[in-house]
């Protein structure tokens, strides 16, 4: 080693010469720099240790079919499901509720029809992991009379992200919807949505963490945790070609894993097209089983800690999302989305390296 000259950031950058020509901004006009250095900070840990939460969809129209889907799933790895339709409780006929993670993704009525389904199985309420992800408090004082433990309401980013909504004002918007429901001391939980950029949705995840953590102390309260989900993002996902969404779908879990997601969705790689069928919803699964089983991520808590760029993307986001969410709480009135935010359109695929031929397409037969 001793026969290499000693390298340093100032040499280095007098071989790189223009240093702006290798920086850039994100669409929150973060300006990120080419090197950074090692940072302390802040630590965003999960406050429970363990594998997060592999969600899949419970989402076809059919109640049997469901259940079919359902049951393959959880038998191959999933861990909890994601209910976004009307309730049929044939969907969770032979589901050890018990012993997986429920979402509701459908409002109310969901809400309420599972809430009677439960009652009339042999179970305490209280022992089950459900996610309610209602928008007001209209239920909640019967769930919990009905002995559930929540979170009921759900702060929800993919809203906004769908919508065009850049990282900060995704962040500013679910703490807004955070702040409303600790005004009204019920349990709330998170959802962001975690695109192809890697590092962007690590920091992002990290930092809802470490804003949540400051408005409880701005509001002199005790530190209490956040459950926090993420879902591969919507507005990422294409049509054409949708076998490179399996690209997408694994560095958007790779980033939420390491920026400590509770659970994740992965929307299979061909649900622009139908109702994704059985290979799609494996690829879904095993997306996160591999990179939970095979490349633990899960193992380290909080892995990016440290590293300069992570924490310096971490902490420019934080502080516009607080920024715009200071603007909310003033005026009442979210941010104006842009939905032609670049990076709403996916291209490998889609503009450029376009198939001659378009594959089979892998959804249901007859959706």
């Given amino acids: 080693m001793t026969d290499f000259s000693q390298a340093t950031e100032a040499s280095w950058r007098h071989r790189v010469g223009n240093i702006e020509r290798l920086a850039s901004r994100t669409a929150d006009g973060i300006h990120l720099e080419?090197?950074?250095?090692?940072?302390?900070?802040p630590r965003s840990d999960?406050?429970?240790?363990?594998?997060?939460?592999?969600?899949?969809?419970?989402?076809?129209?059919?109640?049997?079919?469901?259940?079919?889907?359902?049951?393959?799933?959880?038998?191959?790895?999933?861990?909890?499901?994601?209910?976004?339709?009307?309730?049929?409780?044939?969907?969770?006929?032979?589901?050890?509720?018990?012993?997986?993670?429920?979402?509701?993704?459908s409002g109310p009525a969901l809400a309420r029809a599972f809430a009677s389904h439960v009652a009339k199985q042999p179970i305490d309420p209280a022992r089950l992991h459900v996610s309610f992800g209602l928008k007001d408090t209209g239920l909640v004082?019967?769930?919990?009379?009905?002995g559930f433990t929540g979170p009921y309401l759900e702060a929800d980013g993919r809203v906004f992200h769908d919508r065009g909504a850049t990282e900060a004002e995704e962040l500013a918007a679910v703490l807004s919807e955070l702040v409303r429901a600790l005004r009204q001391n019920v349990s709330t939980s998170a959802t962001?949505?975690?695109?192809?950029?890697?590092?962007?949705t690590l920091s992002k995840f990290r930092a809802l963490r470490l804003l949540w953590a400051r408005v409880l102390e701005a509001s002199g309260m005790l530190q209490q945790a956040l459950q926090v989900h993420g879902e591969t993002s919507w507005r990422m996902m294409a049509t054409l070609d949708p076998h490179t969404n399996l690209l997408r779908a694994t560095t958007a879990v790779f980033g939420?894993?390491?920026?400590?997601?509770?659970?994740i969705t992965v929307l299979p790689f061909s649900i622009r097209q139908g109702v994704p069928n059985a290979f799609a919803r494996r690829m879904a699964r095993n997306t996160q089983l591999v990179l939970q089983e095979e490349s633990q991520l899960w193992r380290v808590a909080d892995a990016a800690s440290g590293s300069g760029y992570v924490e310096s993307l971490t902490a420019a986001l934080c502080?516009?999302?607080?920024?715009?969410?200071?603007?909310?709480?003033?005026?009442?009135?979210?941010?104006?989305?842009?939905?032609?935010?670049?990076?709403?359109?996916?291209?490998?695929?889609t503009k450029i390296?376009?198939?001659?031929?378009?594959?089979?397409a892998a959804v249901e037969v007859g959706s």
């Fill in 319 to 349: 502080e516009k999302a607080w920024g715009l969410f200071q603007d909310i709480e003033r005026t009442g009135q979210l941010p104006a989305f842009d939905a032609s935010n670049p990076t709403s359109d996916p291209i490998v695929g």
């Fill in 46 to 105: 999960r406050v429970e240790y363990g594998p997060w939460y592999i969600l899949q969809r419970v989402d076809h129209a059919d109640a049997s079919r469901a259940n079919q889907q359902a049951l393959d799933d959880l038998q191959n790895g999933a861990t909890g499901l994601a209910i976004v339709r009307d309730f049929d409780a044939r969907m969770l006929q032979g589901v050890a509720l018990h012993a997986v993670h429920i979402r509701l993704e």
């Fill in 192 to 200: 962001l949505a975690a695109n192809q950029d890697i590092f962007l």
């Fill in 256 to 263: 939420a894993g390491l920026g400590g997601v509770d659970s």
């Fill in 34 to 41: 080419p090197l950074y250095q090692q940072v302390m900070a």
């Fill in 353 to 360: 390296h376009q198939l001659s031929k378009e594959f089979a």
């Fill in 141 to 146: 004082k019967d769930l919990q009379s009905q």
